[in-house]
């Protein structure tokens, strides 16, 4: 990501940059953004959000379950879940 004013957070947890990402729609509970990218570059830019402040940091992966091309990644802090679901297409 790059400078802290043009980092994007849904309930804290950091929204990753990435090849041309669009908001396709935004509630109270969930978000939807699309990206043109490869689904491991789009992994590990989440991942690198998640858990860029280190093992102390406020957010946790608490798993991590793949099925196919689907893909769906808890995180958490204290009393936060989000689900991060990532489909590609064949």
């Known amino acids: 990501m790059s400078d802290s004013e043009d980092v994007i957070l849904f309930h804290g947890l950091p929204v990753p940059d990435g090849n041309d990402r669009r908001m396709l729609y935004s509630s109270d509970h969930r978000v939807i953004y699309t990206y043109k990218l490869s689904s491991a570059e789009l992994d590990q830019a989440f991942k690198m959000a998640v858990t860029s402040d280190g093992p102390d940091g406020l957010w946790k992966i608490k798993s991590d379950d793949r099925v196919m091309v689907r893909r769906a990644l808890h995180v958490f802090s204290r009393c936060t879940l989000v ?8």
């Open 83 to 90: 689900v991060f679901l990532a489909h590609s297409r064949p």
